[in-house]
């Protein structure tokens, strides 16, 4: 028995060295895989990246926006672990990238408006690639805090800066869409500011860099405070075009501006280190932190000077990304309240009464007219049916493609809880999926009183699942009417090519914003400065002209107008 229990000894050890040895095996052909992979790795070293860059499509933005992102996501590549050579590679596709994402956000702030999905692959076009990079940003900053190789301290700040950069472009991106940045989010990067601030390279360049950056002049505090500013435009009431301009010229105003240790005499924001939000103003309360102090008056000089540059009449051909004069200056008034001196500072123009209602709200111009017309004697059942077929004739005419499913759906609405309210207009927070996708966007919302007509100046994404948005209203005494572009008796012919359209008239009344003229609403291609329709009230038919615009948005205008002679019927 003791011969049998040796040999199953000798068995059992020789089958553990033969495991052994093809584990050791497995273990060795791994390691060839994985030094094959390396050897075609982009991210291997400088080398290896510069060939990859050069194999590029040229003129093709989108296959290298989805090359390059390909690439970033799978940082380091095939190695497991990240170091110098890693750090300059990426930096180097970085700065090879930047003049993409320069193009791919100016394409964005110009053409948002145009549809959804354009506006979705646009803005998914640069914000993947700015995740993307923060990521691997963030995994090289996490290796070389580890290491403390010679090579590591001289890459180190140049990745701080570019870590900064994205962090700020996140924060841009979250504008475009009305979004703020969360607690942690301000967590984070007020702490990447004091990791490169306590190792006293919060103001190092990338002048250094052989790497052809854009901006080799920017130092992490120079994007830190870039960010900080332009994160004071967190409101909501400022477009995608608006924001990037402003994101622009701050790029400019920014290089003499430092943050200064306590007490910061002479300056008028702070921002709290140890804190979850943004610049403060020297006249709020505070309490412990760790603080340093900011002086915007460089900023507001060149806010003044700007404004007093500006011509006095529209110049008619504007250089991309350029806003048009008049805009540009009530833009600059709104940042000289923002980031000038305390005085300037903007207090709510009404005061706000709390209020917790559910109210039906109907968005887009022609949604609205439609459910603004409904009968109120009508069942909700009639209603719904009403809002497929009472329409019949007339849509028929102005739209004959129109899904009637689509139509009573959009008519119909949704629910939205009115959150505040105050003598010109109200707070009110919408489900995500039914909100409005831009500032301007005109409103119908019912409440105990009847239609309302609203437009939309703010909005505001706290929340996953909601939307806030503030609204003015402008109307609560209006009817329906029907309009067609007017057509000379000798143009008879072009009759049967100019559909009807939907408009909404607003008396002159005490509860309308324009109280003391009548006005009419409706889509802008139809409302022409100096130009006339027929206006059917259902009782009479009327020639009018348009006088005066008094507000102009991305598919609606509102006009005042002369009633030129009666038509007959």
């Avoid at 006293?200 to 360049?205: K, L, S, V």
Wanted: positive net charge; hydrophobic residues 40%.
């Amino acid at each position: 028995m003791r011969v049998d229990a040796d040999r199953r000894d000798d068995n059992r050890r020789q089958l553990d060295a033969a495991r052994s040895a093809l584990m050791a095996k497995r273990g060795i052909r791994d390691r060839l895989m994985a030094w094959r992979r390396s050897l075609s790795d982009p991210l291997r070293n400088a080398p290896a990246v510069t060939r990859w860059m050069a194999a590029l499509p040229a003129g093709d933005a989108l296959q290298l926006q989805r090359e390059a992102l390909e690439l970033v996501s799978s940082f380091p590549g095939g190695r497991r672990s990240i170091g110098p050579s890693q750090a300059d590679a990426l930096l180097r596709i970085d700065a090879r990238v930047e003049s993409l994402i320069t193009q791919l956000t100016a394409q964005y702030s110009a053409h948002y408006q145009r549809s959804t999905s354009v506006e979705t692959r646009l803005w998914h076009g640069v914000f993947d690639l700015v995740k993307a990079f923060m990521a691997a940003y963030q995994a090289t900053l996490k290796a070389g805090h580890l290491g403390e190789q010679r090579r590591w301290k001289a890459v180190m700040p140049k990745v701080l800066v570019r870590l900064a950069h994205y962090k700020g472009l996140d924060g841009k991106f979250r504008l475009f869409r009305y979004g703020q940045w969360i607690p942690a989010q301000w967590r984070d990067f007020h702490e990447l500011y004091e990791f490169a601030r306590m190792r006293g390279w919060q103001r190092e360049t990338l002048a250094s860099s052989t790497d052809a950056f854009e901006r080799t002049g920017a130092s992490l505090e120079n994007e830190y405070i870039q960010s900080l500013l332009l994160m004071r435009l967190d409101s909501g009431s400022f477009t995608p075009d608006q924001v990037q301009w402003v994101s622009r010229i701050l790029e400019q105003w920014v290089a003499p501006l430092t943050l200064v240790p306590p007490p910061g005499t002479g300056t008028n924001f702070y921002v709290d280190l140890s804190g979850t939000q943004g610049l403060k103003r020297t006249d709020k309360p505070r309490a412990g932190g760790r603080l340093l102090f900011l002086d915007t008056g460089p900023v507001y000089a060149r806010i003044v000077e700007r404004m007093r540059l500006l011509p006095e009449q529209e110049d008619a051909a504007l250089t991309p990304g350029e806003l048009p004069a008049r805009e540009q200056k009530l833009l600059l008034m709104r940042l000289a309240a923002l980031l000038g001196p305390d005085a300037l500072a903007f207090s709510p123009r009404a005061p706000r009464k709390a209020a917790d209602a559910q109210v039906r709200v109907v968005v887009g111009l022609q949604a609205l007219t439609r459910a603004v017309a409904e009968v109120g004697r009508m069942s909700a059942d009639a209603k719904t049916t009403g809002a497929r077929h009472s329409f019949d004739e007339v849509t028929q005419m102005v739209n004959p493609t129109a899904n009637p499913d689509s139509v009573a759906r959009r008519v119909r609405g949704s629910q939205w809880k009115i959150a505040d309210l105050s003598e010109s207009g109200c707070r009110l927070v919408a489900p995500s999926g039914d909100a409005p996708t831009m500032l301007g966007e005109m409103i119908a919302f019912r409440d105990e009183e009847g239609w309302s007509l609203a437009v939309v100046r703010r909005m505001q994404r706290q929340q996953v699942d909601e939307v806030i948005c503030g609204v003015e209203i402008v109307a609560r005494r209006m009817v329906r009417v029907l309009l067609r572009s007017w057509i000379a008796p000798l143009e008879s012919g072009r009759a049967a090519m100019d559909r009807p359209f939907f408009g909404l008239y607003l008396p002159a009344h005490a509860d309308n914003r324009q109280s003391s003229q009548r006005s009419l609403i409706g889509p802008d291609v139809r409302f022409l400065p100096g130009g006339m329709v027929e206006l059917d009230t259902g009782n009479a038919r009327y020639l009018i002209r348009f006088t005066q615009t008094i507000e102009r948005q991305a598919g609606w205008a509102w006009s005042s107008f002369n009633a030129v002679r009666k038509l007959s019927a």
